[in-house]
């Protein structure tokens, strides 16, 4: 039975982390260097490192930062953000990421996921998904890019179908309308994802407690829960979550 992941997100705007509700009203709160290196030290399983400006603001990828992170941790690290072309994959994963996550560029271009897949596998081609309810789509949800600034009039569950088939390895699930709340995952939205592919799904935005992890790992199917501002104030380290999980009867790494 593979065990279930906890994942920490650093979303991170001009080198800093920060942190906001449904996209909005984002506040500093640290380094990512430094938050990386105690996320690390606490047990996380893996890291996503999302540049939340890049595509919107159309440059590519913050190399430097990148490698400075990658220094701190040794695990998987998986890197969002102003990743537009094979170079750019090619030299986030030489700036020490394992993965990255494509999420406007690849609904720009389609190919990018698919070529990516060719040249690096599939293990390296993280679809990421910024989903919000939408009752005009056929699966009650759409997809938005730009850090949810543009509506791409794709519904979240043919475009997961879509990315997948084009050699997406897994996806990062981040609903808009739980994000920052602290109020629980989108349990329907993630289950009806990981029912759909047959890759691993992700499942973010709005974890509060543990409990929130446990429902979207057992009732919404995610083969992993990542969670930002759950960890970012301090409530809970990573090794009290895992604890926790462990005693619901969820296989975890401790």
Known sequence: MLKKRVIVCLD???GRTTK??????????????EMAAEYYRQGVDELVFYDIIAS??????????????????FIPFCVGGGINTIDDIRQTILAGAEKVSLNS??????????????????????????????PSKPSGYGTTIHGGRVETGLDAREWAIKAVGLGAGEIVLNSMDADGTKDGYDVKLTRMIAEAVPVPVIASGGAGTPSHMTKVLTEGKA??????ALFHIKELEIRQVKEYLREQGISVRL
């Open 105 to 134: 560029p690849a609904v720009k271009n389609p190919l990018l996921i698919s070529e990516g897949a060719r040249i690096f596998g599939n293990q390296c081609i993280v679809l990421g998904m910024d989903v919000k309810k939408d």
């Open 20 to 33: 906001g509700v449904k996209f909005l009203n984002n506040v500093d709160i640290g380094d990512p260097v």
């Open 56 to 73: 919107a603001r159309g440059r590519g990828p913050i190399l430097d930062l990148i490698s400075k992170v990658a220094s701190q941790v």
């Open 12 to 14: 991170v705007k001009d």
């Open 223 to 228: 083969d992993a829960a990542l969670a930002a």
